[in-house]
């Protein structure tokens, strides 16, 4: 008896990012000023012009000339605020563009919500306002997924199929919201001043079903997590007494390139590569011997976003989504550990979504 497959779409994505935008160049020269001694400065300066980035948001307006500061007092170098007030920031903003972004994507027939941050903590969370604010009923599902990182959006949807595998009629929302720049540091290792010219603040949702798409929709076919476990120093997180202490080393993109063989027989179109940094697009693009045109959209997210944690590589899903050029993509971030995770989708244009998936 052959087996009945059901086909699993991401049938909308909306994202959102904070009001507050700061060119990467006037990113540099403030770092610049803060980082102390010359040398310093000259491994600073090399970091943001070599980025790939032109432009972050940040829920802050504190780097801003003349702004009264909610986090970060500028006024005599920068300011070291504790964890508590960090994530006290973090709640504040984190509440509202929760529920604003899945307003966004639309919550009519939602009966499960997952939630991805590693930016922040709260309870009753994200999960909970979204449920609340927006008239979604009681016994919606709600689950989150913390503290994993850059990667964290394919755990999120692969959950998501996982529902709708075993319930059909199953409509997900899942939103990953990530407040970066609330853990910028001054310190004068490698690993921060990497971390500080890297990442940035968004969100995003996503609803995932198994319905009928009404309109172009990416087809999940397939998820295939990953380890390499010789970067597991690489890339990680602590929670520190002045927000979370990061350790990213340059070295990161050289191990993703090591790693990149069992997904040579993904024979993709278009590949959304998280754009953690320019250097992981490069060897990504180097090493599975790719267009330009194939990364286009991850080096276009990471020019007027940044890295925006797990919220990244739904920006770049998004923007080939909008462009609805059908075809395979190949969909791939890393994380702490360090983890590699891929996923294969199709984009499939609205009149042909029956055909695939009935």
């Not at 994505?13 to 000023?33: F, G, K």
């Not at 720049?181 to 603040?201: M, W």
């Amino acid at each position: 008896m052959r087996a009945v497959t059901t086909t699993v779409y991401l049938q909308r994505i909306e994202t959102l990012v904070p009001p507050h935008a700061y060119a990467q160049s006037y990113a540099r020269d403030r770092m610049m000023e803060w980082g102390g001694d010359a040398a310093t400065a000259r491994y600073v300066r090399a970091i943001y012009d070599r980025s790939g980035i032109e432009k972050r948001h940040s829920v802050l307006p504190d780097f801003l000339p003349g702004a009264t500061p909610e986090l970060f007092d500028v006024s005599n170098g920068l300011s070291n605020p504790t964890t508590a007030e960090r994530n006290r920031c973090y709640i504040r903003h984190a509440r509202p563009m929760a529920v604003e972004v899945a307003r966004r994507v639309g919550v009519a027939d939602v009966t499960h919500v997952i939630t991805v941050s590693c930016t922040g903590f709260y309870n009753p969370g994200a999960d909970y306002d979204i449920v609340t604010q927006l008239g979604l009923p009681g016994t919606t599902e709600r689950y989150h997924l913390g503290f994993m990182g850059c990667y964290a959006a394919f755990p999120a949807l692969r959950m998501a199929q996982q529902f709708c595998v075993a319930n059909p009629q199953a409509v997900v929302l899942v939103v990953c919201l990530e407040l970066c720049s609330l853990h910028l540091q001054i310190r004068p290792d490698p690993d921060t001043l990497l971390a500080n010219a890297l990442f940035a603040d968004g969100a995003a949702a996503v609803i995932v079903s198994a319905r009928e798409p009404v309109g172009p929709a990416l087809a999940l076919r397939e998820f295939r997590p990953a380890l390499a476990p010789e970067g597991k120093t690489a890339m990680a997180w602590e929670i520190g007494n002045h927000g979370f202490d990061i350790s990213l080393s340059s070295y990161v993109p050289d191990i993703i390139g090591a790693n990149l063989d069992p997904l040579r027989d993904i024979a993709a179109d278009f590949w959304a590569v998280h754009p953690g940094g320019r250097a992981i697009i490069d060897k990504v693009q180097d090493g599975l011997a790719l267009k330009p045109g194939q990364v286009a959209a991850s080096r276009a997210v990471l020019r007027d976003y940044g890295n925006m944690s797990s919220v990244t590589i739904l920006f770049v899903l998004q923007r080939l989504l909008r462009e609805a050029q059908p075809g395979i993509i190949g969909a791939l971030a890393f994380g702490p550990g360090l983890t590699i995770e891929s996923a294969v989708m199709e984009l499939v244009p609205a009149r042909e979504a029956c055909a695939v998936g009935c």
